[in-house]
């Protein structure tokens, strides 16, 4: 674990930065499964690599966390964050989870055939489980800022 000893912006401002860096996968995967017209094999494949792509950032980013024991951190300075510190590392494996079921559905259809490039799923199906990833991603990213500048008593004026 880090030894912190003061109130430490550049934790929060790489904590900042690792989440922009998350939230610009996340939107290149918005706008990959957003282009007009049919979902071909070659945009399924486009998908797929996007979501492969932020969910290998993503487990890359929650151990980065974990390891360096920020969270941890925070809870040594305020005891009462401990729950929410439980819960919202809680939430890394659901968070992966998530994104492990859209991956399956973007693989074509076993119907025997050649090419058949119709996936498991069907293309909306795949962007609601998506959306409400991102938006589950993204409420997570919140509540760790949130309980970080609590702890860290650092307002970066990003809570109302
Ligand atoms: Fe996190
Ligand atoms: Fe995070």
Do not use: C
Not at 2 to 25: K, M, Q, T, W, Y
Not at 44 to 60: C, K, M, P
């Amino acid at each position: 674990m880090a030894s912190i000893d003061r109130a430490d912006p550049v934790i929060l401002g790489h904590l900042l930065a690792e989440h922009r860096e998350l939230f610009n996968l996340l939107q290149n995967v918005r706008s990959t499964l957003a282009e007009p017209g049919e979902p071909t094999a070659e945009r399924q494949q486009a998908v797929t690599a996007s979501i492969e792509f932020l969910r290998n950032h993503l487990h890359d980013h929650f151990e980065q966390e974990e390891g360096e024991g920020f969270l941890e951190e925070a809870v040594t300075r305020v005891p009462r964050l401990s729950s929410s510190a439980v819960s919202i590392i809680g939430e890394h494996q659901t968070l992966l989870a998530q994104l492990d079921r859209i991956i399956p559905m973007l693989k074509p259809k076993p119907t025997g055939a050649d090419e058949d490039p119709t996936p498991a799923a069907s293309w909306l199906q795949i962007d609601r489980e998506f959306e409400a990833f991102a938006e589950h991603m993204q409420a997570h990213e919140r509540r760790e800022l949130i309980l970080v500048q609590e702890g860290y008593n650092e307002d970066l004026g990003l809570v109302e």
